[in-house]
């Protein structure tokens, strides 16, 4: 089975700061990793994904995430936030499956909230 | 572009009630997974389906049952309503497999269920 686990339950930062979220898994087989983003009282929207390649992942809004295998790691970053990226933010594993099939279920992490303050 | 379509977006129930609750996928999208979410918690996969057949089955009570149907669109069906079933509950889909990799799982905006 694969787990989870953000290390920030909530992170504030000032507008234009960097920010780091945190997310480790741990997983007997090989997985592919993503990061959502929820608004309040809105769905769950992807930021960005990594399947394989660059371990360098650049997704939507400035956001970008590295992964590292060999601290089974994928953090989510931004060199500089705005207040509109206030929201909660989850990391997700996915089972690579050998056959390559389309289905399979996200598992997520607690979740970080993001507070942006000016 | 169009996106996943959940509904009803609200739905509040009394306790031993029966709720269902309806996720119309993207179009094209045969895939179609279920999430519940807690209060304050991470969404927790209940269920899936992939070409009208279920897929996978997580931590969903066997108060609870699902299918889709021809036309890709899948219900949830909920009785014996609990306190503890008021969540967010979200449906996501994905478009046929095609290459090596997964598709990306889009989300609906989620229907809230209260159960008084």
């Known amino acids: 089975a694969q787990s989870v686990t953000q290390l920030d339950s909530q992170v504030p930062v000032f507008e234009e700061a960097p920010v780091e979220l945190r997310c480790n898994y741990s997983?007997?087989?090989?997985?592919?990793l993503f990061w959502y983003v929820q608004y309040p009282n809105q769905g769950l929207q992807l930021l960005l994904k990594?399947?394989?390649?660059?371990?360098l992942v650049k997704g939507i809004n400035g956001f970008e995430a590295e992964f590292n295998k060999s601290q089974t790691s994928f953090h989510l970053r931004k060199p500089s936030v705005h207040i509109s990226d206030t929201a909660e933010y989850f990391c997700?594993?996915?089972?690579?499956?050998?056959?390559?099939?389309?289905?399979?279920?996200?598992?997520f992490g607690q979740g970080t909230i993001l507070t942006v303050h000016p | 572009a169009a996106g996943v379509i959940q509904s009803p977006r609200h739905l509040i129930k009394e306790k031993r009630e029966t709720a269902t609750l309806k996720c119309y996928p993207i179009?094209?999208?045969?895939?179609v997974y279920w999430y519940q979410q807690g209060p304050g918690q991470d969404p927790q996969f209940l269920i899936s389906?992939?070409?009208?057949?279920?897929?996978d089955k997580g931590s969903i009570p066997d108060r609870f049952s699902a299918q889709q149907f021809s036309d890709y669109h899948s219900e949830l069906n909920m009785s014996s309503l609990e306190l503890g079933d008021s969540a967010l509950y979200f449906c996501?889909?994905?478009?046929?497999?095609?290459?090596?990799?997964?598709?990306?799982?889009?989300f609906g905006p989620g229907t809230r269920l209260t159960v008084l």
């Open positions: 996501a889909s994905s478009r046929p497999f095609q290459g090596s990799f997964p598709d990306t799982q889009y």
């Open positions: 997983s007997s087989v090989s997985v592919y």
């Open positions: 990594y399947l394989s390649g660059s371990t």
């Open positions: 997700a594993v996915k089972k690579a499956n050998a056959g390559g099939t389309s289905y399979g279920k996200l598992t």
């Open positions: 179009p094209r999208h045969d895939t």
């Open positions: 389906f992939y070409e009208k057949m279920q897929s």
